[in-house]
């Protein structure tokens, strides 16, 4: 299912910055819940980022500190992704749900997947 659409993704030296997008969102921005997900060859499809209607995030720790995620009012997903290792080289996708995350412990779940809808991806790749 594709629904929506991401960019932004290219080619960057280990250290250096980019900023994805995600457009096409119907959901509301007060209601949705929204995620970043990554998959590179030979590995098993990784939550980044999540945000919650509230604006709430909860990261993977390999990028808590590096990476931003945000949404703005016209409901379009921003990924910020700062000092870009090689090992964050992946195809990189957007989802979103109409309902609030799921919570665990109070924050937005990292290992929830029932996402109504999702981009094609994006890829970066991050070169040493």
């Known amino acids: 299912q594709v629904q929506l659409a991401e960019s932004g993704g290219s080619s960057v030296q280990a250290g250096g910055s980019l900023k994805l997008s995600c457009t096409g969102s119907k959901f509301s921005a007060i209601s949705s819940c929204m995620a970043w997900f990554r998959r590179a060859p030979g590995n098993e499809r990784e939550t980044v980022a999540v945000?919650?209607?509230?604006?709430?995030t909860n990261y993977a720790d390999s990028v808590k500190g590096r990476f931003t995620i945000s949404k703005d009012s016209t409901r379009n997903l921003y990924l910020e992704m700062n000092d870009l290792k090689p090992e964050d080289s992946a195809m990189y996708y957007c989802a979103g749900d109409r309902w609030r995350c799921t919570l665990i412990n109070g924050s937005p779940s990292m290992v929830y997947v029932g996402y109504t809808a999702w981009g094609q991806g994006t890829q970066v790749t991050v070169s040493s």
């Open positions: 945000i919650d209607s509230d604006g709430s």
